[in-house]
Every structure is written in structure tokens, then in C-alpha cells.
């Protein structure tokens, strides 16, 4: 066989998604050429100029299938029919395409699930090659599927159960844990709530491997943020980009504010919490009941783009990590921490230490961690009156240090 990758990875840049990004980070690196076969997705113009301008990404010949939004309709549920016919030809198609040529490796990722289902079918048909599963979420045991839906719709309640059994289907994450060859995730973790439901626990996890969420230090969209000058708005400015739903839970970070500001009056001229994307409507009537629209503001969500450029012009960076306080280990981990740490500013992290969030920011020197609200409390303060200096290496972020990891176990 030829030093060659087949990789069915479902979507894939330039379609921009954090684990097109991350499927895209743990292969460039190898030394042998890429056949990609997958769905279509929108191209994202910035993403598509990182890579025109990115030598690694010529080993990668990409063969689209059908559109992405049909097949994968996670924001359109009523698609649900036609994607259930396209993610089952997908797998059919992916065989076909793997037997037209000579390859020693195959990759697939856990999202879309129906990657791994594809990769399943061809080891089996072809248990020579080595196939390389990549993790990015638990989908086994997800304490996300057992969000609580009681102040939801009905509609809501069939969508979201609907979405969970097609979508995060359990039998997506065991066609790899219990038949690749490598298994790999972003931490430890991840890893371990993963592999702790397999009764081979110790066999799993001597074929995996530990490859953490990096950045390209050519990219200018990392690059630029290595190079931010420092701000210092007399109203500190603290952002969170991202979504705020199930278990990213706020309640504690409301309560906290809410005290804070009948301690300190004019809390509003010291600091200034704003929120972009997708809030639970529970959350925002309690914004209200609290009186702090005037220190907790709400905007839509942003392109990436925009919210780089939000980030370096923050005072503060807040991160609502997934919240499982009475769990042995906490999987989730925020691919957002990547850009709070290479712009080396003030971190409030809503976490709790079984989390790795926790960990890498303890790790790291940040003291402003931690989810109960005294805490918060105490964070918030000193955020506001402290001008703490960070000083610690990327050199673990980076991802040019990974060369040939997966191709070499």
C-alpha cells in the first residue's frame, strides 16, 4: 500500500466549524497525501484565504457529496426525511470511493457521527488499513441529552429528542471506540468519560492518544492575536462568545451580579459583562427581574471574525464552561480557551474543578475560576481592581509541534 489517508470526515474546510478546523489541525501535519470525501458546506471567504495561502493544504483533494444542510439538517429539523436517505449513501458512497484507490490510513471524526459509521464499514470490508477516529465531544452518557426540557415547548421537546437520537446517536461513538485503531480526543478528560463506559477500559486506552487544541501560527487569525496591544477602557469590558444553554448554566453568575451590584452602586461605571449568541429565555427574564441590562448586555451572534476582534478589544475574557458539579470528571472543553490564551488577558472562568477548563486556566496562573457565587463574587472584584500580568508558554497550543502523531503510533 501507498503512505496514503483517506478521510471521511462529513464536513470539512473550507466550511467553518470548530471540528472542521480541529479535523483539519490534526492531519496537516502529516507527511502523505489526503483524499477527503465529504458534504458541501458554505465556505467561509477568511477561512478560504488561510488556506490558499497554507502549503499544507495542497496534500488535501477534496470530492464533495451532497449539501451539507440537507444531510446534516441540525438547524433544520423538517429535513430530517431526506438527510435520513443522504447520511445512509453517504456511508454506502465513502466504501465506493475508498476501494478507487490504495490507502494505509483512514480518519474519520465524531461530528457528524455518520463519519464514524462510515469508517466502521470500511474497516470492516478492509481491516488492513488503520483507521484514526477523532473525538471532539462524549456522545455516549451525554449529560446533554439529559438536559432538563420542563420549560420547553412541545415542539422544542420533539425536535431536541429527534436531533439527539439521529444526530448523537450513541452507536456513532462505539463503531469507533470498539473498532479503530487509534482513538484520539483533546484531553484527558474527555478521554477518560469516554473510555470509562467500556468495560475494556485499559486496552482503549493504550490506543489512545491526547492531541490538544491548537492554533496554526501562520494563519493570520492567530497570528494577529499574538500581537494584540493591551486595553484599558475606563468601564472594564468583559465578553462571552459562544452559546448559553443547557448545562452552561448561569444561575450563579446572575446571583453573584445581582448582589454585586446592590454592594457596589455604581458597578455599572467599573464593569460591563456582554453576552453574544444564543441566551435561554429563562436566563434573560431573570436579567431583567435582577435590574442588570445595565451590566450584563445582550447581542446577537457574531461571525468569527467579528468576534476576534470583539476579544482583543476586551478588558475581559469570560468563559461559561459546562457545569457537572458532582461528576468524577467534567468532558467538555471550550475550543474558545485557545483564543483566550495566546491574547494573554484577564480570564472570569464559570468552571469547577473536575473541568479542563479548570485545569489548563490553574495551569495557566488564572485565579478567577470557580462556579459558586461567592466565588464569582470574589473573582469579579478582583478583576475589576487588580491588573494582573500573565506570562506563560503557548508552546503546548501550538500545533507545528505535532508532526506525524498520528501517523506514528
Known amino acids: 500500500m501507498k503512505n496514503k489517508m483517506f478521510v471521511v470526515p462529513g464536513s470539512f474546510v473550507p466550511y467553518n466549524d470548530t471540528v472542521t478546523i480541529l479535523s483539519y489541525k490534526r492531519l496537516r501535519n502529516l507527511d502523505m497525501d489526503m483524499d477527503v470525501f465529504c458534504f458541501k ?23 464533495y457529496t ?36 490504495d490507502y494505509s490510513y483512514l480518519f474519520t471524526s465524531i461530528v457528524p457521527g455518520i ?9 470492516k470490508k478492509h481491516p488492513e488499513v488503520k483507521w484514526i477516529a477523532s473525538f471532539s465531544d462524549p456522545f455516549k452518557g451525554s449529560p446533554y441529552k439529559k438536559t432538563d426540557l420542563n420549560d420547553r415547548s412541545i415542539f422544542y421537546k ?11 446517536n450513541d452507536r456513532y461513538e462505539e463503531a469507533a471506540v470498539k473498532n479503530a485503531d487509534v482513538l484520539v480526543f ?50 472594564k469590558q468583559a465578553v462571552h462568545l459562544g452559546r448559553l444553554y443547557g448545562l452552561r448554566k448561569i444561575d450563579n453568575f446572575l446571583e453573584a451580579l445581582k448582589e454585586l451590584k446592590s454592594e457596589v452602586p455604581d458597578l455599572k461605571n467599573m464593569i460591563v459583562f456582554h453576552q453574544y449568541s444564543e441566551i435561554q429565555a429563562p436566563d434573560v427574564k431573570k436579567i431583567r427581574e435582577y435590574g442588570l441590562e445595565d451590566v450584563f448586555v445582550l447581542h446577537d451572534k457574531v461571525t ?41 488577558k484577564p480570564v472570569l472562568g464559570i468552571c469547577d474543578s473536575n473541568s479542563p477548563s479548570y485545569r489548563i486556566l490553574k495551569e495557566c496562573g488564572f485565579d478567577t475560576v470557580g462556579s459558586e457565587k461567592e466565588k464569582i463574587k470574589s473573582n ?20 507545528d509541534n505535532y508532526n506525524n502523531l498520528l501517523a506514528d503510533r
Open 304 to 344: 468569527y471574525k467579528e468576534s476576534v476582534e470583539i476579544m482583543k478589544d476586551a478588558d475581559i475574557l469570560v468563559l461559561f464552561d459546562t457545569l457537572m458539579p458532582k461528576a468524577e470528571c467534567q468532558p467538555y472543553l471550550p475550543s474558545k480557551i485557545v483564543e483566550y490564551l495566546m491574547l494573554k
Open 66 to 101: 451532497t449539501d451539507l444542510d440537507w444531510a446534516i439538517p441540525r438547524n433544520y429539523p423538517l429535513r430530517l426525511p431526506v438527510s435520513l436517505f443522504l447520511m445512509n449513501k453517504y456511508v454506502h458512497d465513502s466504501l465506493k470511493e475508498f476501494e478507487k484507490g
Open 380 to 399: 469579579i472584584r478582583s478583576l475589576i481592581f487588580d491588573e494582573p500580568v500573565y506570562d506563560y508558554s503557548l508552546e503546548k497550543l501550538n500545533n
Open 186 to 235: 483533546i484531553c484527558e478528560e474527555q478521554r477518560d468519560f469516554t473510555l470509562k463506559q467500556y468495560p475494556n477500559y485499559e486496552e482503549l486506552l493504550k490506543k489512545s492518544v491526547i492531541y490538544p487544541l491548537t492554533y496554526i501560527p501562520e494563519w493570520k487569525m492567530y497570528s494577529d492575536l499574538l500581537d494584540v496591544p493591551k486595553v484599558h477602557h475606563e468601564v
Open 158 to 168: 420533539i425536535a431536541f429528542n429527534v436531533g439527539a437520537f439521529f444526530l448523537y
Open 115 to 123: 463519519s464514524h459509521i462510515a469508517g466502521a464499514k470500511i474497516k
Open 41 to 63: 458546506g458554505k465556505e467561509d471567504p477568511s477561512l478560504v484565504k488561510e488556506l490558499e495561502q497554507d502549503e499544507a493544504f495542497k496534500k488535501f483533494h477534496i470530492k
